[in-house]
């Protein structure tokens, strides 16, 4: 665990004071709705990084996160509201905005930059523009793909943002001491914690209480994906260090949660979390930062696979 006195965490939560003020300032004289209702929102776009719609959900997601490291839960209500208000500003549907759906991808940004960078001024500024950035295409593919996007946005935008820190010669930050031999439910806890960038189990049940307060049947399969994860990786023997911190496990927790939203099943939550597991241990030899791609992924080809049973059932049906 980070400690919250880190000197970077200070500068970022003092140079993003006056940003969050700015935030609802113009949030609150452009709207009818006061500071309550927008943070309100923000919360919720939190929380929908895990299918929450639930200000609550995302108040105890927030509160894990500052368990672990302050800056990254600021970076993650700074990345929803920027990416809430961006899709205010440029009149995306406002019931999604409500939603929070413009939020969740923007609070990833924000969460994943600072993960990977230190927080210098460049490294802020990239990250707001991200966090804008992420709202956009979130838009367009709920536009144009007849499928969920899921985190889709904050991949893409993510990958740019990373790439031109890199550039710029942006400091990174120092990696974390490895560990092992943590007990299967930490390491389950581990894994729900990942999906925001946490090795921490005390954050991982905070994350797991935030949805169990919203929806019971959502929390049981983010533990059962990421319990999931976490046994397919010991029989593939992959790294045991990176299976305690739930490498191997948080992609499996999204896809077993975003399947089970999908169709009504215990199928097929189960097999877009095992296939995420696969696509974890392969994404790395392609040289981009893993992210949540494996989720999206799995998902993706699970949803696929359902349609293509959907066809050839239609199609033996008119036979």
């Not at 440029?90 to 991808?105: K, S, V």
């Not at 990942?194 to 169990?212: E, R």
């Not at 790294?239 to 077993?256: D, E, K, Q, W």
Request: with cysteine; glycine share 6%.
């Amino acid at each position: 665990m980070r400690s919250p006195r880190n000197p970077h965490e200070l500068y970022f939560l003092g140079a993003s004071a006056p940003l969050m003020y700015l935030v609802f300032g113009v949030a609150m004289e452009e709207d009818q709705l006061n500071l309550r209702d927008w943070g309100r929102i923000f919360l919720r776009g939190v929380g929908q990084v895990m299918f929450q719609e639930s200000a609550w959900t995302g108040a105890f997601f927030v509160a894990g996160l500052a368990c672990s490291s302050l800056k990254m839960a600021a970076g993650a209500l700074i990345g929803s509201a920027v990416g809430t208000l961006t899709a205010y500003a440029l009149r995306f549907p406002r019931r999604d905005i409500e939603r929070g759906l413009y939020g969740f991808n923007a609070a990833l940004v924000g969460v994943a930059v600072l993960f990977y960078d230190r927080p210098v001024a460049v490294t802020l500024l990239v990250t707001l523009l991200a966090a804008a950035a992420s709202a956009v295409v979130t838009h367009a593919m709920r536009r144009h793909l007849s499928f969920p996007s899921y985190t889709a946005p904050f991949i893409v935008t993510t990958w740019v943002a990373l790439a031109a820190l890199r550039q710029m010669g942006a400091p990174a930050e120092p990696a974390a001491a490895a560990v092992s031999d943590v007990p299967l439910p930490m390491t389950i806890a581990d894994g729900i914690a990942q999906v925001m960038f946490q090795a921490s189990a005390i954050t991982g049940v905070l994350f797991l209480i935030g949805i169990l307060l919203n929806e019971w049947r959502d929390a049981f399969w983010a533990v059962i994906g990421s319990a999931i994860g976490v046994l397919i990786a010991n029989w593939r023997n992959d790294p045991a260090t990176s299976i305690a911190v739930g490498i191997y496990s948080y992609n499996s927790t999204l896809a077993a949660m975003a399947l089970a939203l999908y169709r009504p099943s215990i199928l097929l939550p189960i097999v877009a979390a095992a296939l995420s597991v696969f696509v974890t241990e392969w994404f790395p030899l392609i040289g981009l930062e893993t992210l949540t791609a494996p989720f999206v992924l799995a998902s993706w080809l699970t949803i696929a696979a359902v349609h293509l049973e959907r066809a050839f059932g239609l199609c033996a049906h008119r036979r």
